[in-house]
């Protein structure tokens, strides 16, 4: 069990510079080049990724005003694809807490949370004492928004350096990592979930290519949940 604050912050450290810091850098340079061709400026776009962090809210502020979207509109699509962090936050805060009751703190927790911290925190916490999660937490946290930050400003003036087709794949990279990282979260819940919901986006791509993801994800989460946490009745001989 990892305790001290010393000893947390380093394990952090150590966490999101093994792979998932450099995970966010190289998905965020492919937002920024998007951001560079919609017109937007490097402090817009760097800041998008602060306070949005949600790769889709951020790719949808893109497209919209790249169609001339007003501002209502925009606001409306980045909360939506932003709304699946409320079952995350409500899911998670009860796994970090440590009696913690100062909403403020709690509001900058939630504000910092993403996918990838989300996913890495549940994994990890089990390691490490109550107490001293929140400090892993944040340390894990900042560490990855400051790597995407990174990101988005070097794909932001790099954007001319690169094929336009390389840049949008870099996008695709940290979902694919977060599919590894859930895969190993333990739990059967969790996989089960994930394994239905790559078994029915080829449906509901076809079906109802506007809302799939959607679909998919109330679809997959909602069974896997249920599965995971059936127990069958044990009969006593």
Not at 69 to 76: N, S, T
Not at 211 to 223: K, P, R
Request: hydrophobic fraction near 55%; charged fraction near 10%; proline fraction near 5%.
């Amino acid at each position: 069990m990892v305790s001290g604050n010393p000893e947390v912050m380093r394990k952090a450290l150590y966490d999101a510079l093994s792979l998932p810091a450099f995970i966010l850098l190289f998905t965020m340079m492919g937002f920024g080049s998007l951001a560079h061709g919609a017109g937007f400026g490097a402090d817009m776009a760097a800041l998008a990724t602060v306070f949005i962090w949600g790769l889709p809210g951020q790719l949808a502020m893109v497209e919209l005003s790249a169609t001339g979207q007003g501002l209502v509109a925009i606001v409306f699509a980045c909360s939506l694809a932003n709304a699946r962090f409320l079952p995350m936050v409500v899911s998670f805060v009860p796994a970090m807490s440590s009696g913690r009751t100062n909403l403020c703190a709690m509001l900058l927790d939630a504000q910092l949370l993403s996918i990838n911290s989300w996913a890495m925190c549940l994994r990890q916490f089990p390691e490490i004492e109550p107490r001293f999660r929140r400090r892993y937490y944040l340390t894990f946290a900042s560490s990855i928004l400051l790597a995407a930050v990174a990101g988005t400003l070097m794909g932001y003036h790099g954007a001319v350096l690169l094929p336009a087709s390389m840049l949008l794949g870099l996008i695709f990279i940290s979902p694919l990592f977060f599919a590894l990282v859930l895969a190993a979260v333990p739990g059967r819940a969790e996989r089960l979930s994930m394994l239905i919901g790559c078994a029915t986006i080829p449906i509901a791509h076809v079906l109802l290519p506007s809302i799939d993801l959607l679909i998919t994800g109330i679809i997959g989460g909602s069974l896997g949940f249920a599965a995971g946490k059936f127990r069958p009745k044990r009969h006593a001989d």
